[in-house]
Structures are given as structure tokens and as C-alpha cells.
């Protein structure tokens, strides 16, 4: 066995039922990529454009995408329709985007809020009242072509595991009180956090999603 195909087998193994994993393969080559597919695997995600246009003709067609990067609203029209879901929508502008892209090519994107909790590392994503504030206003009922999923987060870039226990809670917490705000959102059932380094803390605090890139492919080259 390939040590990817056992990382993914020995990650796999611990991931409680109900959480899915998606293996993060930005930076590495579509020979790797293989390797994890054959081990089983094959949702994947990638976090640039360009890479991932790139692969997308080179891997099997059951291979599943999500885009897990910050996305520039001039790459959306490339996107919609090749990738099961964008994880990343971080603002209102690029989610009207994705919703007027989507319904001129005639397909749903499905979509992940991005949720900011963390400290200064990521500047992306909405504040948590901000978010909730979308749901409130029933925002959401303007889109055509546009599925929204769930919620994704990242913890803060820290040894200090209590604070990223916190900043996972907090996430979760969003997550939570948007279904309070808005029961009869239908498919709200996404809960993406939990990276290489931090995701059993991510599924203690009820991460359904993990996404996770060194630990299956060891680190990357940029
Ligand atoms: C790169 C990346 C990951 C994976 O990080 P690892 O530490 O390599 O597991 C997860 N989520 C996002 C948004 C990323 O950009």
C-alpha cells in the first residue's frame, strides 16, 4: 500500500460515522491524486482556480471537486458547474454571482457559508452576526440557482488548542442558530471544519465535514 492510500485508510478509520472527509490536494500532482483514488477516495479539494481547472480533465469523472479557496468574483463563471460545491462564499456580492452564473448555465451550485472566527490569520469570511443577520432577512429566498448548504470555518493558526476548541464552538454555534433562525431551510446540514492538525477537535465540537490535506499527502511545495 502507498503511504496516501494508508494515511487515507488510517485517517478513515477514525472519523465517527455521519463525517466526511475531503482530501485537500492543492499543490500536489494529479499522480498523487490518484493514489488516493484508488485507496477509495474521492471527493477533493482545491483552493485555486487555475489548479483545479487543470486537474479536472485529468482524473477519473466520479472524482467529486469542492473549492475550498478564497474565490474571485472573475473565476466564478469558470467554476459553476464543475464543482460539487463551493465551500468558500465569503461574501453577498460573490454569492449573487454564483447564483446569476448558476442560473445562466442552467445548473445549482451548491454552496458552504464561510464563517470568521478565527483571529488575524484568514481576513475571509462573514462575522457570525453578520451571517445570521443574511438568515434573518431571509436573504437567502432572492436566490434561484444557488444551494446553501451549511456552514464553513477555520480555527485560529495556534499551538493553543483551547483557544481553537473555542473558535470551533463558536462556528458551530453559528451554524446552530442560523437552523433556529431559519427552520424551514431545507438541505442546511453541512458543517465543514477541521483541517490535518486540528480536526478531532473540529468533530468533538460537531464538524460533519473535515477537510484535510497534509496528513494524507504529506506537506506541500509551494
Ligand atoms: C489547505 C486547506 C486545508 C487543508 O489543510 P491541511 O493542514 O493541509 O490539512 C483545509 N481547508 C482549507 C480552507 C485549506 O485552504
Not at 5 to 28: C, D, N, T, W, Y
Not at 111 to 123: D, G, I
Not at 172 to 181: F, S, T, V
Not at 206 to 220: H, K, Q, W
Request: glycine residues 6%; contains cysteine; negative net charge.
Amino acid at each position: 500500500m502507498t503511504p496516501i492510500a494508508q494515511h487515507i485508510q488510517e485517517i478513515r478509520a477514525s472519523l465517527p460515522a455521519g463525517v466526511r472527509m475531503v482530501a485537500v490536494s492543492k499543490f500536489h500532482p494529479v499522480e498523487e491524486l490518484m493514489e488516493a483514488y484508488e485507496a477509495g477516495q474521492r471527493l477533493f479539494g482545491e483552493s485555486r482556480q487555475q489548479e483545479l481547472l487543470a486537474k479536472i480533465p485529468q482524473m477519473p469523472a466520479d472524482t467529486q471537486w469542492h473549492f475550498i479557496g478564497h474565490l474571485q468574483t472573475n473565476k466564478v463563471r469558470s467554476l459553476v458547474g464543475k464543482v460539487a460545491m463551493i465551500e468558500s462564499v465569503d461574501t453577498e456580492r460573490l454569492l449573487d454571482l454564483i447564483d446569476k452564473e448558476s442560473e445562466r448555465a442552467g445548473v445549482t451550485t451548491r454552496v458552504l457559508m464561510q464563517v470568521h472566527v478565527a483571529r488575524e490569520e484568514t481576513k475571509f469570511g462573514f462575522y457570525p452576526e453578520e451571517l445570521e443577520a443574511y438568515f434573518s432577512d431571509r436573504r437567502f429566498e432572492q436566490l434561484r440557482a444557488t444551494h446553501i448548504c451549511g456552514v464553513m470555518g477555520m480555527a485560529s493558526n495556534t499551538d493553543d488548542m483551547e483557544r481553537v476548541a473555542r473558535d470551533f464552538r463558536d462556528i458551530a454555534a453559528c451554524y446552530q442558530r442560523i437552523k433556529e433562525i431559519a427552520p424551514d431551510l431545507r438541505g442546511f446540514d453541512v458543517l465543514s471544519m477541521g483541517m490535518s492538525h486540528d480536526y478531532p477537535l473540529a468533530i468533538e465540537a460537531g464538524s460533519n465535514l473535515v477537510r484535510i490535506g497534509t496528513a494524507i499527502f504529506g506537506p506541500r511545495e509551494y
